[in-house]
Structures are given as C-alpha cells and as structure tokens.
C-alpha cells in the first residue's frame, strides 16, 4: 500500500467479505492525512452507504455539532470506521468482517498517525483493550503503542440517552486540552494493566 491514494482504491474495490455483495459503495474514510485526530466508529449505516463518507446520519450530525462545540473543523480530523462496508440492516459487524477490514485500518493509522485515536463505542474502543467495558473507560486516555487513545461513548448511543449525551459532550470539552498536551509532550497516559479476554461486545453497552 504505497500511499494513500491507493488504499481507498484497494477499500473501494474489497471483496475479502459478504459485506461486499450488498453494499451500494465502500466507505473508506474522509477527513486530513495530518489530523491530529482520528476517530474510528462501528460501521457505515445507510446514508453512508450512499454517500460512500462516514458519519453523515443523525449520529454524523452531533459529531459534527460536537466538534463545532470545541472549535474543531471536521476537515481537520480522520473519521473512519471498523469496517468499510455497510452491515445488513445496520446490525452490528462480525468478527470475521472487523478481521476483513482490519489490515486496511491499521494502514490508515500507520499513514495518517494522529496524536490521538478517539474510540467512539465499544466495538473500536475493543479494538485497542479487548475484554473492557466502555461505561468504565470512557474520557480516560490510555497509551497503545506509543499512541494515545481516548475512548468515548458513539453518537448514536446520546442521540439515545441524554446520560450518554452529556458524557460525550464532556469528553469533547476535554479533548483540545488533550491533544495540546500530547503534542507538547507533557502528558503520558499510563500503560494499561493485563486485561481478560475479549467476548462479543454489543456497541453501547
């Protein structure tokens, strides 16, 4: 995968899973290759699907509103998600699908190398800290291979519940401050402690 340009192509054109045959379009990703942040959700939904970018449903509109809130333009951001591809009836992703489209995101992480990965809901934040339970580390940075990762709740789930919304809104408030630190490199999340092994995850709970 020599540069960018040629990973969306190799996204756009997968057929390594089922989710292939059904979509409309693949969903790569959009924002800057130099954010400081990247943000990675569970899966496109159905205005994804079409539009062929993350995030620009409902759930995209209050991330949007979120980012607006601390001054932060999306443009300037990496939004992606944990597979590229449309899950039928927005169900959540199967093991074998997050597998499929693991190597993609992992390269998206090596090329755009953010200060800070916000995990939005459970499915990205197990990506990094299998076996943890969101509704425990959520607003809480945590080193992962000499990146800061910031785990918060997804949208959908405070488009659902207000608790869940006024969480989110404040992890969003703690995020400039986070990123400033990190850049100037006076701050260091603790390396986390030995986790127990991953089970199927729900994405909100």
């Known amino acids: 995968m020599p540069d960018y340009a040629s990973l969306i192509d190799q996204i756009k054109t997968c057929d390594a899973c089922t989710l292939s045959k059904e979509r409309t379009q693949a969903v790569p990703g ?9 943000f990675i959700g569970e899966g496109p939904g159905f205005y994804e699907d079409r539009e062929g970018v993350p995030f620009v449903g409902r759930a995209g509109a209050l991330l949007n509103r979120m980012l607006d809130g601390i001054g932060i333009r999306r443009d300037d951001v990496y939004v992606t998600n944990m597979v590229k591809c449309r899950p039928p009836n927005n169900r959540d992703p199967l093991p ?3 597998e499929s489209c693991k190597p993609f995101l992992d390269e998206q992480l090596n090329m755009v190398r953010p200060k800070v990965i916000v995990t939005l809901g459970r499915y990205s934040f197990s990506k990094f800290f299998p076996g943890e339970a969101i509704s425990r580390a959520r607003g809480k940075p945590r080193s992962w291979n000499g990146l800061v990762v910031y785990p918060m709740y997804h949208p959908a789930a405070a488009l ?3 608790k869940f919304h006024d969480a989110l809104q404040r992890d969003f408030s703690a995020l ?7 850049s ?7 390396d986390p402690a030995p986790q127990p092994a991953a089970k ?6």
Not at 176 to 182: A, D, K
Not at 200 to 205: E, I, P, T
């Open 30 to 38: 959009n924002g800057s290759t130099d954010a400081d942040i990247f």
């Open 160 to 162: 659902r519940n207000s």
């Open 176 to 182: 400039p401050e986070l990123v400033r630190e990190v």
């Open 184 to 190: 100037e490199r006076q701050y260091r999340p603790p």
């Open 96 to 98: 074998a699908e997050i």
């Open 200 to 205: 199927q995850l729900g994405m909100f709970g």
